[in-house]
């Protein structure tokens, strides 16, 4: 008994979604490949070429960094409820995301990059939450008035500034 599928506008999407997934993790595989190539090219550069080479180095890794802050981004919103800026967060999610693409080696990827420099963010932002943190319990009312005030100073700030 032969059972035709009829392909429907979810199944379109699905498929869709699966193949931009794969087609951005063959880029980025690509991407960190000829980083990984021009940093054991750097590295092994006699002292006439050695400049170049880790310049090149420096500007791949520099724009894969630029390609991906979206992701550390994204994952530092997440440690917000922390009581710890923002900015701060997403500075030390970008110390993670940079760590990672230096430490990323071809042979032993088993998985996507995306999945490696969010266990490389974690890390950066537990260790600076441990330095960071206060060692106080704050109660959860406390932290929510705090997060309405920086709510309304934002606002506030908005407003007046489309004010002026």
């Known amino acids: 008994m032969s059972r035709s599928c009829a392909v429907t506008p979810r199944l379109l999407r699905h498929r869709l979604r699966r193949d931009t ?27 006439a070429n ?25 994952y530092a919103a997440r440690w917000r409820q922390r009581g710890i800026e923002m900015e701060d967060l997403v500075q030390v999610a970008m110390l993670g995301l940079i760590k990672a693409v230096e430490r990323w080696r071809s042979d032993a990827a088993d998985g996507g ?21 206060t060692v106080v319990h704050v109660q959860y009312s406390l932290h929510r008035r705090a997060e309405l005030i920086t709510r309304v100073e934002r606002r506030l700030r908005r407003q007046a500034a489309e004010a002026e």
């Open 21 to 47: 997934n794969r087609t951005r993790r063959d880029t980025d595989y690509a991407k960190l490949l000829l980083i990984e190539q021009s940093r054991l090219v750097a590295s092994q550069a006699d002292d």
């Open 50 to 74: 050695r400049p170049l080479d880790e310049r090149t180095y420096r500007r791949l890794r520099d724009a894969f960094v630029q390609e991906k802050m979206p992701l550390a981004h994204a």
């Open 113 to 133: 990059f995306s999945g490696y420099a969010l266990l490389w963010m974690r890390e950066e932002l537990q260790q600076f939450l441990r330095r960071e943190a």
